[in-house]
C-alpha cells in the first residue's frame, strides 16, 4: 500500500511540471528509501505511520553520516508526500507537520576575489573557436551567476542584446530575466560571430547557445572541466567549480553595495529559508544595480 502511494506520487510531481527533474531525483531516491525503512519495521499502510517512525527514520540518517542538509531535504521530501497522502485520502493525519528540521550548518562557500575572477577569464586562447567558446562561458557565468544547469540550458532566443538581459529557466520551470553586462555581452557576440559557425553540425545542432564540439548541447560536466581547467591554469589554489562563480558574483555586487533583495531576485531565490520574502522588483532597476555595483558592467 505505501509503495502504491509512493507511486502515485512519484507520478504527480512528474507530471506537474513544478518540481525541477534534479528535485524530483532526488526526493524519488530519499522517499523510496523511506519506504523501504517503514516496510522494514513493519509499517505497510500509510494511516500506520506516526510521528515517532518519521523521527527514528531522520535519526537513522544523522546516524549513517547524513549532513544536516541532506537530512533536511529528506524531511521537506516527507512532508510533501504526507501533504499527498492526506489530500487523496490515504491518511488522515500528517504525521511530519509536528518534526523539525535539523539545524543546518552553513559552510560559507571559497569565492574568488575580483583579481582571481579576472585571472580565470583571461587565460582561454580566443584565437580558436573552443577558446572563444569557453571565454563566453566563463563571462556569463560571472556576469549573471546563473547555475550551471540554467546555463547549459540557454537558447539563442534567450540573450536579449539591445536590452542587455538574459533569459534563465530556473529551479521548477520559473523563468526569469537577469541584467548581463556588456563584457560578457561582447564575448558572446564574438562566440556567436566567430565561433558557434564552426562548432555546428548539420542535423545534430539545435538553438541551444553553448555547443560541444560534436555540435550538440553542452553538458553540465562539460562546465564544471571548463572551468576547472582555467582556474588550474590560472594557478587558484581554491576548489573552483561553476558555483564558485554563482557565489563570487553575489558576494561582489553585495561588497559593492548592491540591494540585498535586488541581488536575491537575479539570482532566482525564492526559497524562505535561503531568502526572506521579498517583491517583484522593476527590471530597468536591476539592470542600473548589475551596472552599478558588478565588477565587469
Known amino acids: 500500500m505505501i509503495t502504491s502511494a509512493l507511486n502515485q506520487y512519484l507520478r504527480t510531481l512528474q507530471l506537474e511540471g513544478t518540481t525541477s527533474s534534479n528535485t524530483v531525483a532526488s526526493y524519488t531516491n530519499d522517499l523510496r528509501r523511506y519506504a523501504t ?6 509499517v505497510k499502510d500509510p494511516s500506520e505511520i506516526k510521528e515517532d517512525h518519521i523521527s527514528e527514520y531522520l535519526m537513522e540518517l544523522s546516524a ?7 537530512v533536511a531535504r529528506n524531511l521537506s521530501a516527507l512532508r510533501g508526500f504526507h501533504t499527498f497522502l492526506v489530500v487523496e485520502g490515504f491518511a488522515s493525519s500528517n504525521p511530519a507537520d509536528a518534526i523539525e528540521a535539523p539545524k543546518v550548518n552553513r559552510r560559507l562557500p571559497d569565492v574568488l576575489t575580483i583579481e582571481e575572477v579576472n585571472a580565470i577569464l583571461e587565460q582561454p586562447d580566443t584565437n580558436n573557436a573552443v577558446g572563444l567558446r569557453d571565454r563566453a562561458v566563463l563571462e556569463v557565468l560571472y556576469a549573471t551567476g546563473v547555475r550551471v544547469s540554467e546555463l547549459v540550458n540557454m537558447h539563442l532566443r534567450d540573450i536579449f542584446i539591445e536590452e542587455e538581459f538574459v533569459r534563465v529557466m530556473g529551479k521548477g520551470s520559473k523563468e526569469r530575466l537577469v541584467p548581463i553586462g556588456r563584457s560578457a555581452l561582447h564575448w558572446l557576440r564574438e562566440y556567436e560571430k566567430n565561433a558557434r559557425p564552426l562548432l555546428t553540425r548539420r542535423g545534430v545542432t539545435f538553438d541551444w547557445i553553448f555547443l560541444s564540439t560534436r555540435g550538440r548541447q553542452l553538458t ?3 562546465v564544471w572541466q571548463i572551468v ?9 589554489q581554491k576548489h573552483v567549480h561553476p558555483h564558485t562563480f554563482r557565489h563570487s558574483f553575489a558576494t561582489h555586487l553585495l561588497e559593492g553595495g548592491a540591494d540585498l533583495r535586488a541581488v536575491q531576485e537575479m539570482l532566482g531565490h525564492t526559497d524562505i529559508s535561503t531568502t526572506q520574502i521579498y517583491t517583484h522588483i522593476d527590471r530597468e532597476y536591476l539592470k542600473e544595480v548589475h551596472r552599478t555595483f558588478h565588477p565587469r558592467p
Open 37 to 42: 525503512f517503514l516496510l522494514g519495521i513493519g
Open 228 to 236: 576547472r581547467m582555467y582556474a588550474t591554469l590560472a594557478g587558484i
Open 64 to 70: 549513517l553520516g547524513l549532513a544536516s542538509s541532506s
Open 220 to 222: 553540465r560536466m562539460a
